[in-house]
T-cell receptor, first 111, second 111 residues
């Protein structure tokens, strides 16, 4: 079964700083990968997804992620964060019918 | 709002009581999922329905847990004889394809 590892549980950044959140999944083959975001008090929302093709995926709100098959990684990036990006970010991989999530990274952006 | 709807949003119960949660998926979605999320963890898969058929159950879903989707629309998750370890956020998601859309969840507190 798949497992997902997110490297940082808490990240604190100042506004305009660049963001990179690490995500590794356990084994290869064809993978469907996702980043979800949960803003305070809100439900999980899809940021972006990778199914196939261009390994650099662009999502909403200026986020992007790069799929590196050789490293089993799908890291999330944003060149310049805003205070409104304060949220919890979850990486997930599809495993059959279900999603397997990482433990999440709480991002706090200081204004 | 035509997203995934869950009711109630919060439930406080005493140990040993039974509780039932409801999920209304996005109307055209034939697939429905239940997940559980505890503090500091990502969502963990519980069970999956395609239309009214329950096709997959996690080992996390003990005998005290039962889920139904009688007409292939809304779903209920019942927990019998609740235990303090059942305290968690219970999330419902729905999909037509691979991408799952999540509700806001039901937070269960077992005293």
């Amino acid at each position: 079964a798949q497992s997902v590892s997110q490297h940082n549980h808490h990240v604190i950044l100042s506004e305009a700083a660049s963001l990179e959140l690490g995500c590794n999944y356990s084994y290869g083959g064809t993978v469907n990968l996702f980043w979800y975001v949960q803003y305070p008090g809100q439900h999980l929302q899809l940021l972006l997804k990778y199914f196939s093709g261009d390994p650099l995926v662009k999502g909403i709100k200026g986020f992007e992620a790069e799929f590196i098959k050789s490293k089993f990684s799908f890291n999330l990036r944003k060149p310049s964060v805003q205070w409104s990006d304060t949220a919890e970010y979850f990486c997930a991989v599809r495993d059959g019918n279900k999603l397997v999530f990482g433990a999440g990274t709480i991002l706090r952006v200081k204004s | 709002d035509t997203g995934v709807s869950q009711d109630p949003r919060h439930k406080i119960t005493k140990r040993g009581q039974n509780v039932t949660f409801r999920c209304d998926p996005i109307s055209e979605h034939n697939r429905l999922y239940w997940y559980r999320q505890t503090l500091g963890q990502g969502p963990e898969f519980l069970t999956y329905f395609q239309n009214e058929a329950q096709l997959e159950k996690s080992r996390l879903l003990s005998d005290r847990f039962s889920a139904e989707r009688p007409k292939g629309s809304f779903s209920t998750l019942e927990i019998q004889r609740t235990e303090q370890g059942d305290s968690a956020m219970y999330l419902c998601a729905s999909s037509f394809g691979v991408v799952q859309y999540f509700g806001a969840g039901t937070r269960l507190s077992v005293l």
